[in-house]
Each structure stands twice: as structure tokens, then as C-alpha cells.
């Protein structure tokens, strides 16, 4: 659509305030937090939802700059998104393949990829069914918001992402990207513990990449499976129908919107990849006939889409689990 084109185009002095606002407002706050340390280890603790807020903010930055839609320079993208990677414990080539590979079949009955995600696609209740009763055991477990929402996020983060899983060996980059991260980010936080102390960088880094981790992955989970969300068929299966029936438009709070620079706006994003971030509140409304289309999720409606876990095709909704 012209509309939404229009806004693909980015503005770069925009995108640098974005970037160097961003990180100098988390490591302000790390700072306080370290400083908050000789007062009272809960006084930093209380910061650490800010930092990890941070930290979600500054993922969208990296993940913009994975759909190189910051900047027109493409060497200028992949340079921030490796900064970004330093804080988000995300090696940036790697992650910026696998979420390519989200986007070619985001909603799509028939290109589901055959991996670990249980964030951003699903099995229909009939596949379920099918299932031996231990396979069942373990789909429910993986899916319990415990599970999905609090205990696997900082395993993900912290330890899975130090690992170039279920990337092909001819993925010689993506491997790459893994192991320099891995390499800079134990030097970064050996560097860290030399100055500060072991006790505290780990004081502070763990609780706010737990919470950073815990946000950012119930985002992309509702993002494409929430009450409304529709999957569709190979043959039924368009661009357009996939972001406004398939994607959420996540109507959050504006403290909340910034936090997670305007994800929420998740079927503007799916439509055009290279509109920049700060940019997508802008492109849902001047095209209002998207956001007619677009069904909203609120704020309550969200924390209660850990329900949605199975496609029922006979009915055309995302159900719960069976009894």
C-alpha cells in the first residue's frame, strides 16, 4: 500500500537521538543502581524494572536495526545492532536470520517451522490431539505461563543464546555472530567484576536481565497469539490478512509504549518490516482503514492471552488447552 510505504523512509537524526537517549538513560540507571548498592541492596533492586525496561527498548533498537529500517546505511544498522547486542545478550547476525525466517511464515498453517518456538507459532487442536498423551504432558508444561513467561526467558537470554542452536552449519555468519558476542560480552563483564566486584555486577545484570527477558518474550507471544489472532491456510494466506487478522494491535499505556517502542503497533510492523519504530503510532493513524481491520488487544485482554495456545480450526479462534 502507498500509504504505508510513505512511512518506511527513516529519519536519521531521529534514529541517533533514539540510540544515544536510550543507552545513556540505561546506563544512568545501572549507575544508580551500583551507587544505590552502599545504601541497600533492595533500594538497587527497585531500579532494576527501569533498567530492564531499558533493555527492551533497546532490543526494538537492535531489532530495527536487523530490518535495517534506522538508517539508510546498512554498515551503520549492523554496527548499533551489535552495540545493542553487548546489552541485550543477543548475538545480532544470528537473531536477525532466525526473525527473518519468522517474517516469511509468521501465521501460516503450512510453513510453521519444525524448532523449539513456542512463542510465535502453534499447533492446531487437532495436531494436539494427535499427540501420544507424554508428548501432550510436555507441550501443556511448555506452554504453563510459568514455564513460557518465567522460568524459560532467562534461560533463553542468559544461556540458549550463547549457543548457535538449530542453526544450519552453512550459517557460517550467524555462528560467527554467536561466539564474538560471547567472546565481548565475557570480556565487557570480566572487565565489569574487575572494577566493581563479582557481587555486585551480578546484583545488579541478573534481576534486570530477568525482568528484560520475562517482558520482551510475553510481547512476542502476544503478538501472534492472542483471542483474536487468525491463522490461515497456504491457500487463504496474504501479506495483508496475516498483519491485520494475524498480528496484534497491542493498545498500551504511552510510559508503556516507549518502553517497548511501539511494538504494540505489531501489524503495522508485519505489513512494512522497514518502517522504523517511531514511526509505526504514525502510520496506524493516517491509515485508518488498517485499523478497522486490526482487531485491538488491550493491556488486561494481553495478560490473559496465555490461554491462547491451540488453533481450532473447526471454529476459526485460538483456544485454551482441553480439559
Known amino acids: 500500500m502507498a500509504q504505508v510505504a510513505q512511512f518506511q523512509a527513516p529519519q536519521p537524526t531521529r534514529s541517533a537521538l533514539q540510540a544515544v537517549s536510550t543507552f545513556l538513560l540505561f546506563f544512568a540507571t545501572i549507575g544508580m543502581m551500583h551507587a544505590a548498592l552502599g545504601v541497600s541492596v533492595w533500594l538497587a533492586v527497585l531500579l532494576a524494572p ?7 527498548r533497546i532490543f526494538i533498537i537492535q531489532h ?3 530490518h535495517a529500517s534506522l538508517f539508510r546505511s546498512r554498515w551503520l544498522n549492523d554496527w548499533l545492532g551489535r552495540a545493542c547486542s553487548l546489552v541485550t545478550l543477543t548475538p545480532y547476525a544470528y537473531w536477525r536470520r532466525h526473525h527473518a525466517v519468522h517474517h516469511a511464515a509468521w501465521n501460516n498453517l503450512d510453513a510453521r517451522t519444525q524448532g523449539s ?33 518465567m522460568l524459560i526467558p532467562p534461560v533463553l537470554f542468559i544461556v540458549l543464546h550463547r549457543l548457535p542452536l538449530e542453526t544450519p552449519r552453512s550459517w557460517r555468519r550467524e555462528h560467527s555472530s554467536v561466539w564474538l558476542t560471547n567472546a565481548a560480552l565475557a570480556a565487557m563483564f570480566a572487565l565489569a567484576m574487575w572494577c566493581l566486584g ?3 555486577v551480578l546484583t545488579i545484570q541478573v534481576p534486570v536481565i530477568v525482568i ?6 510475553w510481547l512476542f507471544s502476544i503478538q501472534h497469539r492472542f483471542q483474536d489472532a487468525r491463522w490461515l491456510r ?4 496474504n501479506p495483508l490478512a496475516a498483519a491485520t487478522e494475524g498480528c496484534s ?3 498500551l499505556p504511552r510510559v508503556l509504549g516507549w518502553f517497548t517502542g511501539n511494538i504494540g503497533y505489531h501489524h503495522i510492523h508485519h505489513l512494512a518490516p522497514r518502517i522504523p519504530n ?21 493491556l488486561w485482554e494481553a495478560l490473559g492471552a496465555f490461554r491462547c495456545t491451540l488453533w481450532d480450526e473447526q471454529t476459526g479462534r485460538m483456544v485454551d488447552f482441553p480439559a
Open 50 to 56: 527501569i533498567a530492564g525496561g531499558l533493555v527492551v
Open 64 to 66: 530495527d536495526c536487523g
Open 117 to 149: 518456538d513456542i512463542y510465535s507459532t502453534c499447533l492446531t487442536l487437532a495436531e494436539y490431539r494427535a499427540l501420544s498423551p507424554f508428548r501432550r504432558l510436555v507441550h501443556r508444561v511448555a506452554l504453563h505461563p510459568v514455564v513460557a513467561l
Open 198 to 200: 563479582i557481587v555486585p
Open 212 to 217: 528484560a527477558s520475562m517482558i520482551g518474550v
Open 234 to 237: 497456504r491457500d487463504a494466506w
Open 249 to 251: 494491535y497491542l493498545d
Open 278 to 298: 517511531y514511526r509505526l503510532q504514525d502510520c496506524h493513524d493516517a491509515v485508518p482503514s488498517l485499523a478497522e481491520r486490526t482487531q485491538i488487544l488491550t
